[in-house]
């Protein structure tokens, strides 16, 4: 009976101490994977809204540039009269000091050597140019989305490496201790082992540190609060790259973007060539045109002056200019030197895009055969600590043996994650260069 009311003393504070983690679990959030993030980025990140409204700007743009090739109405109308004693000579409806006008207007252009359709199309191409924009702003998220996941993925396993580190460091210097206080002389081993365990104590809190300052970054990407709470769920074991189209690198829509600032500024070169070439337009109105209340009008009835000054007409207007001191000229040379350098930046896109698609494509094949290697090394390094303080528990080994052996179990797990954290990073970097 006593064995067993010691043995309930003893589990007692176990048990509530586990029920007490078992309980704040429950409330936590579960990880977040790397889905969830992506989704929550797209939904709720700052920056997007700001690039699609890029695409609604130039949606309207078409709308107005489509409209001008319709014909436009318009309600017009001019009251003026001249004081007495005052007007331009005589007869009323002659003279511009009395006129009355109420007229219905409508406009419509028959031909401007073809600035209206160029206008159109630079307006539709600024609609392809604009969402392209927006995909790749939507591509750049997701390529940051994926760094900083992975960055606070490495910073999750180094702080779990730095803990587990310090629980074998203070395993040590206990035994270090009991072979002290057995009468052995292991001050020096003592005040080594002290002091590696200080410094790896100040290791473990700068990976806290770069922990929380990771969890900060991925909040605010996510739309969420700075300040809340975040895990990272793991993520595959790194696989062999997969293998890739040779034209994967065209895909990406920064191309896209600048082709289509090209065909802006193509268009923008036929307007600007619209300038010398004749123009013909034609005008009807209907309504009322008069002398209005001018002084020298012929009296009669408001009735009758109305009657009389209703009326309508067309007017076929044409103009052709050839001379403008330089001005076409100029206009013209600036709209096909921007043409020029719109297709030179195609080119330019062009070599860029497919250097970090090979870039990437490369660095994730070479990071993967780091990976691989390193993980190798990592059992090789703990089992050659456990050696080591084996050991120096049965009294043959040395603490520099055992503190040498610690150092490579470090060195090897921080390696490991460090590659691991450049071969995602490749590997977003491939996505981002080498998928529509």
Known sequence: MHRFSRLVRTTAPAGLALLAILSRGARAEPPLTLEQALAEAVARNARLPVAEMDVAASQQGVLAARGALLPRLSVESTVQVAPPDFSYGAGGASSVAGEERLQIVGRETLYDGGALRA?????ESQVRSSRAAFRVAQKDLELEVRTRFSELLKTQDDVASREQGLDRLRSYLATVRERQAAGEGLQAD????????????????????????????????????????????????PQAPPRVRADS??????LAQVQADQAVAEANVGVARAGRRPHVDVLADAGLLGGGFANDVPS?????????????????????????????????????????????????QSRETRLRWEAAREDMARWYQQVQLRQQALPLARDAYVLAESLYRGGSGTALEVLDAFSNLVTASQSYTDAVLSYRVAEAMLLRWGTP
Do not use: C, H
């Open 119 to 123: 206008g159109v199309a630079g307006a």
């Open 190 to 237: 003592l005040l080594k082992t002290q002091t590696r365990l200080a410094s790896d104590q100040a290791d473990a809190e700068e990976a806290r540190r770069k922990q929380r300052a990771a969890q900060l970054q991925l909040n605010d990407l996510l739309g969420r609060d700075p300040e809340a709470p975040l895990v990272a769920a793991s993520l595959p074991t």
């Open 249 to 254: 690198w065209q895909q990406p829509p920064d």
């Open 300 to 348: 009669s009835s408001l009735g009758g002056r109305l009657r009389s000054d209703l009326g309508a007409s067309l007017t076929l207007s044409i103009s052709w200019p050839f001379l403008d001191f330089g001005i076409y000229q100029g206009q013209l040379g600036q709209a096909q030197a921007r043409a020029e350098q719109a297709r030179r930046r195609v080119v330019m």
